[in-house]
């Protein structure tokens, strides 16, 4: 089908960034379209992320997108450790001034916010694939494998990390910084009502253990695995198994049910920088990636929407270029802080391989890691802070989003 589209800026993909992004945008007038090569349906199907930072909600709050979350939600205000038959609880909202943290499934994110775009008119085309972003003297387009052709001012790719915005861009004037992780997990899903009220990291001479909650009645395991296992190599029976010894605590009862998803996970971080050329310009997994540990992911996603919609709106309002270079510039620092965190988490919780020359060595830097977040309040803080998430546009825009009034 050959289609012309002509819009002010077109979104590619609607994940919670692309959505993010729209609701932002249509909300202050501006013209939009969504693109996303997927149905309805299957968009809304798509289970991932869980943990939503307090400026993530805040955000949905603005939007007035949030009164099923703030309904449904899990507020925690702190995650427990159980390392060497021990266990602690890190009261991160304590150490934060006393923000919480959440837990709403990221496809009931992505539903409030698609509804929220369409039932005010906006414009999602469903099975529309992007094939490619070209830019002519300032002047975008995207085209699509059905023929679609978007015309636009600006086009924003948030179409994840194997999309075509990303494809599109010069990489040899953009850098990017790929790290590839020694650890691999084999993550589920269990029909299983959670068996504690926050999130439980475990480290466990086996490897790491993690329990997240999802729903009253669903439950996210993540186990270490060795690099070369496969799911097969993982039946029920040795899942449970190994998530009782390794989750084990006096008194503690892990509740167990059907698992109905079950992914090897490899483990990757990226970040390109620039964010953006010529009037393209990358949002979430389409401009970095970040491993789950921390469960940081969709909240960079959303916060680049939120830097976005900031930087096209003062760019409207000065016709300066600067104020578009800003986004990327603005972001970067974040995205490095959350890289960090995800980082430190990630050799915080886990078992080195024992014939590694040096794992002895850095088991215990990881045992000091543990030693200061449970005794050193300056440690904590910053665990808290990052755990939490800074504020909304952290360190440049705090202003700008601390002024505009949140939706009742
Ligand atoms: C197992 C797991 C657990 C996770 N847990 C967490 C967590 O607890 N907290 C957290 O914050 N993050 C978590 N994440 C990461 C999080 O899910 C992602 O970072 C987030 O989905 C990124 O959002 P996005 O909008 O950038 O991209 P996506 O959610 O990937 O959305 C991209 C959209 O673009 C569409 N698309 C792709 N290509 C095209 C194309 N060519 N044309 C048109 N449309 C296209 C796709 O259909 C999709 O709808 C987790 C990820 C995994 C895998």
């Known amino acids: 089908m050959v289609r012309e589209v002509r819009t002010t800026v077109a979104i590619i993909g609607a994940g919670p960034a692309g959505l993010t992004l729209a609701n932002l945008l249509q909300q202050r007038g501006t013209d939009c379209v969504v693109l996303d090569k997927f149905s309805r349906k299957q968009i ?13 909600v805040e955000l949905l709050d603005r939007l007035g997108l949030s009164a099923r979350l703030h309904a449904e939600a899990a507020v925690h205000h702190g995650c427990e450790f159980r390392v060497d038959g021990e266990s602690f609880f890190a009261d991160y909202s304590k150490m934060y001034d006393g923000k919480p943290h959440f837990v709403y499934p990221q496809q009931e994110v992505v539903a409030d916010l698609l509804d929220g775009f369409e039932s005010s008119g906006g414009t999602v085309y469903y099975e529309t694939q992007a094939a490619k972003v070209l830019q002519v003297a300032d002047q975008p387009r995207v ?25 599109s861009m010069p990489w040899d004037d953009i850098d990017e910084y790929v790290m590839q992780h020694e650890f691999r997990w084999l993550t589920l899903l269990a029909e ?41 190599d993982w039946p029920d029976e040795r899942i449970w198994s190994e998530l009782r010894t390794r989750l ?53 996603a959303m916060a680049d929407a939120a830097e976005l919609d900031l930087a096209l709106a003062r760019f409207a309002a000065s016709g ?27 050799h915080m919780m886990h078992t080195y391989e024992p014939g590694s020359p040096d794992a002895a060595f850095r088991q215990k830097l990881q045992r000091s890691r543990l030693w200061q977040l449970r005794h050193s309040a300056a440690y904590a803080r910053n665990f808290a802070e990052s755990y939490i998430g800074p504020p909304l546009g952290w360190p440049y825009s705090v202003d700008a989003y601390a002024k505009a009034p949140a939706t009742p």
């Open 44 to 56: 809304l199907e798509r289970a991932r992320a869980g943990l939503l930072e307090n400026r993530t």
């Open 192 to 232: 299983a009502p959670p068996s504690s009220d926050c999130t439980v990291y475990a480290q466990h001479p086996n490897g790491f253990a993690g329990h997240l909650l999802r729903s009253s009645t669903v439950t996210r395991f993540h186990l270490q695995v060795p690099f070369d296992d496969t799911v097969e």
């Open 143 to 167: 085209e699509c494998t059905d023929g679609t052709v978007v015309h636009a001012e600006i086009v924003a790719g948030a179409d994840g990390q194997y999309g075509a915005a990303r494809a």
């Open 320 to 346: 300066d270029e600067n104020d578009l270079a800003a986004y990327s510039a603005h972001r970067i620092p974040d995205i490095w802080k959350a890289q960090e965190f995800s980082h430190a988490l990630l």
């Open 248 to 300: 084990a605590k006096p008194g503690w009862t892990l509740n167990e049910g059907p698992i109905f998803s079950k992914n090897m996970l490899e483990m990757q971080s990226k970040v390109c920088d620039p964010m953006q050329h010529g009037r393209l310009f990358l949002l979430g997994d389409a401009a970095h990636i970040i491993t789950p540990s921390g469960g940081k992911g969709m909240n960079l």
